[in-house]
């Protein structure tokens, strides 16, 4: 299953409906390939997962609903979360179902993630000549047809309105190491502060 559905791509590519199985494996693998170096990029899944915790203690005055209501939670899963249901049980205590991560499919703010994986699809598939799958575009062809190039219009194109996104794009939804600053050494005497007087 891919967080883009083939159909998506087919119509992109002016392929019938419904579609022969062979084209069908063909788009999905093309779609995997595609969220596979999105998710080796930013170092994180890109389908979200259900996670239930008990004993949970709300903030008081938030909204059950809003996730800044669960900041144990929020230190425990150390992702992106969504309450999806809390239940309330003895002593002020909640059990409550999260979604945790990204949910590129259903989430509209995660839609870069979702065209370049999409457009990242299309494109392989169209410049792939033994697939059979669309029509590779013609950029330009010698004055006596002895040479033909072929547009090239995978990801990474102008930021203009419309180009397709770059994987570097998708930086902001990288997952950041955890940097440690060292802390200086002590400097020797004559150049550290001192209060000795002479």
Same mark, same amino acid.
């Given at each position: 299953?891919?967080?883009?559905?083939?159909?998506?791509?087919?119509?992109?590519?002016?392929?019938?409906?419904?579609?022969?199985?062979?084209?069908?494996?063909?788009?999905?693998?093309?779609?995997?390939?595609?969220?596979?170096?999105?998710?080796?990029?930013?170092?994180r899944p890109i389908?979200?997962?259900?996670?239930?915790?008990?004993?949970?203690?709300?903030?008081?005055?938030?909204?059950?609903?809003?996730?800044?209501?669960?900041?144990?939670?929020?230190?425990?899963?150390?992702?992106?979360?969504? @309450?999806?249901?809390?239940?309330? %049980?003895? #002593? =002020?205590?909640?059990?409550?179902?999260?979604?945790?991560?990204? &949910?590129?499919? +259903?989430?509209?703010?995660?839609?870069?993630?979702?065209?370049?994986?999409?457009?990242?699809?299309?494109?392989?598939?169209?410049?792939?000549?033994?697939?059979?799958?669309?029509?590779?575009?013609?950029?330009?062809?010698?004055?006596?047809?002895?040479? @033909?190039?072929?547009?090239?219009? %995978?990801? #990474? =194109?102008?930021?203009?309105?419309?180009?397709?996104p770059t994987l &570097?794009?998708? +930086?902001?939804?990288?997952?950041?190491?955890?940097?440690?600053?060292?802390?200086?050494?002590?400097?020797?005497?004559?150049?550290?502060?001192?209060?000795?007087?002479?």
């Amino acid at each position: 299953m891919t967080v883009v559905p083939t159909e998506d791509v087919a119509r992109l590519l002016g392929l019938p409906d419904p579609l022969p199985a062979d084209k069908a494996w063909q788009i999905e693998q093309a779609l995997l390939d595609a969220e596979g170096a999105v998710v080796g990029h930013i170092g994180r899944p890109i389908v979200a997962v259900e996670k239930t915790l008990t004993d949970q203690y709300p903030v008081p005055g938030i909204a059950l609903t809003d996730p800044d209501a669960w900041p144990d939670a929020q230190v425990q899963l150390d992702d992106r979360i969504k @309450v999806l249901e809390t239940t309330a %049980t003895e #002593g =002020g205590r909640f059990t409550v179902r999260f979604l945790v991560g990204l &949910d590129v499919a +259903n989430d509209p703010e995660l839609r870069r993630i979702y065209t370049f994986i999409r457009d990242s699809a299309v494109e392989s598939l169209r410049n792939n000549p033994d697939g059979g799958i669309g029509t590779r575009r013609v950029s330009s062809v010698s004055a006596e047809g002895q040479s @033909v190039s072929y547009a090239n219009d %995978t990801p #990474g =194109g102008a930021a203009a309105p419309g180009a397709p996104p770059t994987l &570097d794009s998708l +930086n902001r939804w990288k997952r950041r190491a955890a940097y440690m600053r060292r802390t200086p050494r002590p400097v020797p005497w004559p150049y550290a502060g001192d209060t000795r007087s002479w």
